[in-house]
């Protein structure tokens, strides 16, 4: 029974933080991966762009959801990119096949849009950076940055203490 309690938490710790941050994208790709699913498997036929699109959204769920998960940001990224263009193919499929025109319209693609434009926000988050801050491989370049960054603040350190000493009152130095 200690382990069924313990799994949690150890399934916890794999997440990198920021960890509810994450969890929520991870969430977001196995929605959309559930979406995907029903689309694909409606019994209408299925328009070739439709299909493209849902393509673009399988591959980008697929990569992102794990890269989510374990901050490989530079996986993510671009895996968020084709999520947002599986969507907005969607989107342009909705609007020029007036499927939008029901009880609610433009319903579906405002709806895409602004899911498009959350996803943006953690592409611009992350595009660039290959890891998540601190979370990086360990490596003789980064442990040598490490080591240059120490010896930085080691000598700004001292060179601060001295410069203070020279500066007390009774601190005579001719």
């Not at 693609?109 to 990086?136: C, F, H, K, N, Y």
Request: aromatic residues 6%; glycine residues 10%; contains cysteine.
């Amino acid at each position: 029974m200690g382990a069924v309690v313990g799994l949690p938490a150890r399934v916890w710790a794999t997440i990198r933080e920021p960890r509810t941050i994450s969890l929520l994208m991870v969430g977001v790709y196995l929605t959309l991966l559930g979406m995907v699913w029903r689309v694909a498997t409606a019994p209408v036929p299925m328009p070739p762009d439709v299909a493209a699109g849902l393509v673009a959204l399988t591959l980008g769920c697929l990569a992102g959801a794990p890269s989510a998960w374990r901050g490989w940001w530079g996986v993510e990224a671009p895996a968020a990119g084709m999520v947002m263009l599986g969507l907005l193919v969607l989107a342009v499929e909705d609007i020029g096949r007036g499927v939008t025109a029901g009880h609610w319209p433009y319903y579906p693609v405002l709806l895409t849009i602004s899911l498009v434009l959350m996803t943006a926000q953690r592409v611009l988050r992350i595009v660039g950076t290959d890891w998540e801050p601190g979370r990086e491989p360990d490596t003789r370049a980064r442990r040598a940055r490490t080591a240059l960054s120490v010896e930085r603040v080691i000598e700004a350190d001292a060179l601060a203490a001295a410069a203070s000493r020279e500066e007390e009152p009774g601190c005579d130095q001719t």
